[in-house]
């Protein structure tokens, strides 16, 4: 016969998981995978409270025949801005909501003409330790149990456990989804990428074709003295001094001569301009990844040309760096300062990512008059795992500008 306490401990542990897991999760999480069509602009709305933290983590996974780049704006109902990104292929954000009310989260496509953009993005508003905060302290399983009980059941250990599974299994599936993203992002450049290759592939192939056979026609009629061209340049009317001569000339120079040297002028002509429009297009992609300038443009809008091409904006007006070795090893170091009305605020990335923490990462952040905001950060001592490309970016409510640094060192060993 079963022994009744550990049936009772059985019974409990089974009241206490069914508890655990049918308890709400408060925590809004969201993943979407939309498509955004060329010219238009997506946007969602979600309600925040006062206290909870705002996640945003998006990636463009397919992007037509185009790049893989989308503008993202994360803004209030009245229209003030928080984040805005330009022509970028994945970023994340996070914001602490410091009141109450609803933001607006847009992606938008504007300046594509032809290609659609898919782009998958997690929206995670949450408050701080909220996924630890369970309500047990309202559930009272333990009533009426003698200590020998509550010992052998270790419900706290239990109720720890399952804490940590729960978490990690939250963490695999989000970084399952973020796998899936950067998977179908990958695939989707191969597939364009050997679509162009075998177009451009058929194309070489015709004008060989066509070259080819066009020297077969050349050269045989070097040897045919009875071919059409041939005729036609020898039987031309004897009507004046000047035709003879354009006859005898006719004759000293073969048709098919002139025929071949005025076909390799237009394939070299073709050939030029090809390359000059790809040089021209690369121009244009390097001038649209540039940066370090303020987000503006003409808008249709009368008040949105206002508000976007504000002279308030945020400007960076000083960016440097220092990258040097001491006795005590590597220091890097990089200063910003920044002015606007409102004073901007400066934020950190290293290789598009937010820093948010980092062992030997030290800022420093003075407020300088009204406008004016300067920021310093050191990583002291560096690693080889600290190379990379460093951005400060100053933000307030009308625009955002961007320096960006590369730093690099090897290290040497005796």
């Known amino acids: 016969m079963e022994n009744p306490r550990r049936t009772t401990t059985k019974f409990f542990a089974a009241v206490v998981l069914i508890v655990h897991f049918a308890l709400p999760v408060s925590a809004l999480q969201k993943e979407l995978t939309i498509n955004v069509e060329a010219g238009q602009q997506d946007c969602f709305f979600e309600q925040a409270k006062a206290g909870q933290t705002i996640d945003i983590e998006y990636q463009v996974i397919d992007g037509g025949h185009g790049d893989l780049d989308i503008s993202f704006e994360l803004a209030e109902v009245t229209g003030r801005t928080i984040f805005a990104d330009y022509k970028k292929s994945d970023n994340i954000h996070r914001y602490p909501v410091p009141y109450d009310g609803e933001f607006k989260f847009c992606f938008n496509n504007d300046f594509s003409r032809h290609n659609s953009k898919t782009v998958f993005f997690e929206l995670i508003i949450e408050r701080e330790g909220e996924q630890e905060d369970t309500a047990w302290s309202d559930v009272d399983l333990l009533e009426g149990l003698t200590p020998e009980e509550f010992y052998e059941m270790k419900v706290q250990d239990m109720e720890d456990a399952i804490k940590r599974v729960r978490n990690n299994l939250t963490k695999a599936r989000q970084l399952q989804d973020m796998l899936r993203s950067h998977e179908a992002r990958d695939r989707n450049i191969a597939e364009e990428n050997y ?99 303020p987000i503006t443009g003409k808008y249709r809008d009368p008040e949105s040309d206002q508000y976007y091409n504000n002279n308030n904006g945020a400007k960076i007006t000083l960016a440097s760096h220092f990258d040097y070795e001491y006795v005590l090893g590597h220091k890097i170091a990089f200063l910003c300062v920044a002015r606007g009305t409102p004073r901007p605020t400066i934020t950190w990335f290293k290789d598009g990512v937010e820093i948010f923490s980092h062992l030997y990462l030290h800022v420093h952040e003075w407020n300088i008059g009204k406008d004016k905001v300067k920021s310093k950060i050191e990583i002291d001592p560096a690693t080889q795992m600290d190379a990379g490309v460093y951005e400060c970016t100053a933000d307030n409510m009308y625009s955002i500008d961007r320096r960006s640094f590369k730093t690099d060192f090897s290290i040497a060993f005796d």
């Open 195 to 293: 679509f162009k290759v075998n177009v451009w592939s058929f194309f070489q192939i015709l004008v060989m074709i066509a070259v080819g056979v066009l020297q077969v026609f050349m050269v045989k009629s070097l040897f045919d003295t009875d071919s059409r061209a041939y005729k036609l340049l020898t039987n031309l009317p004897d009507s004046s001094p000047v035709m003879n001569r354009k006859r005898s000339l006719a004759s000293a120079v073969p048709l098919h001569v002139c025929v071949l040297i005025v076909v390799m002028l237009l394939i070299s002509s073709a050939i030029d301009d090809v390359a000059a429009r790809r040089g021209r297009a690369r121009g244009r992609t390097k001038s649209r990844m540039q940066i370090g300038l």
